[in-house]
Structure formats: structure tokens, C-alpha cells
């Protein structure tokens, strides 16, 4: 069993910022965190849900959608069984409810919502123009 819970969310004006955080949990999970690598996704009113950012298991690679390239950075404390996504420079286009995810398969990274599992219930961001 997984859980993946999202904090952080808010509102805050153009051109602030907002981390968020994924705490993963888990009798199973928790001890093969490492090896799994976890992504951001959002989805904004009417819209489907988008990637945003991805981590490999090891933290080594990062991946990011082209809308928030150099505005977002993904990170992971694998100790902690933590992810983080720190939002800089945020815009009014941002607003959308921002779910963490984990890879359906160890060691394998995937930039689609098909290669992740398991899905936390989501936090609210809302940028203000």
C-alpha cells in the first residue's frame, strides 16, 4: 500500500513562489522508496492533467515540462521519503491543483501520466494576476 500526501499549496501573487512537498509512506513502499522514481503533475479547470517535473530514483536526473523550465526545481530527500517542487516566478497560468506521483516500475523514469501507480489527493495552487 502507498501514500503519497501533498503539502504546500496556497494562494500567492504573480511572481512569488510556493514549495510543495510529497510525503510517501507505506509498509512496503517506505523500505523501496529509493528505487522509485516520482514525478509532479497538475491539472487546471476544464484542462487534462499535465506533467510538470520528474526525479529519478537517485535524484540524479531531473525532468521538466517546457511551461515551467527554469522557474520550477524538483528535488527528493530519500531519507526522508520526501519530494519536493519548488515554485519560483509563478504565473496565473500555474493555478491548478498539483498532485504528486510515484513510477509504476523501480528504476524506471517516465515523463507520462500511464507510467506512474500511484497518485496523492492533490494540493491547491492558486497565483493571483
Known amino acids: 500500500q502507498v501514500q503519497l500526501v501533498e503539502s504546500g499549496g496556497g494562494l500567492v501573487q504573480a511572481g512569488g513562489s510556493l514549495r510543495l512537498s510529497c510525503a510517501a509512506s507505506g509498509r512496503t513502499f517506505s523500505n523501496y522508496f529509493r528505487s522509485y522514481a516520482m514525478g509532479w503533475f497538475r491539472q487546471a479547470p476544464g484542462k487534462e492533467r499535465e506533467f510538470v517535473a520528474a526525479?529519478?530514483?537517485?535524484?540524479?536526473?531531473?525532468y521538466y515540462a517546457d511551461s515551467v523550465k527554469g522557474r520550477f526545481t524538483i528535488s527528493r530527500d530519500n531519507a526522508k521519503n520526501m519530494v519536493y517542487l519548488q515554485m519560483d516566478s509563478l504565473k496565473p497560468e500555474d493555478t491548478a491543483i498539483y498532485y504528486c506521483?510515484?513510477?509504476?516500475?523501480?528504476?524506471?523514469?517516465?515523463?507520462?501520466?500511464?507510467?506512474?501507480?500511484?497518485w496523492g489527493q492533490g494540493t491547491q495552487v492558486t497565483v493571483s494576476s
Open positions: 506521483a510515484a513510477g509504476r516500475d523501480r528504476y524506471k523514469l517516465g515523463l507520462r501520466r500511464d507510467e506512474y501507480g500511484y
Open positions: 526525479i529519478s530514483w537517485g535524484g540524479g536526473s531531473t
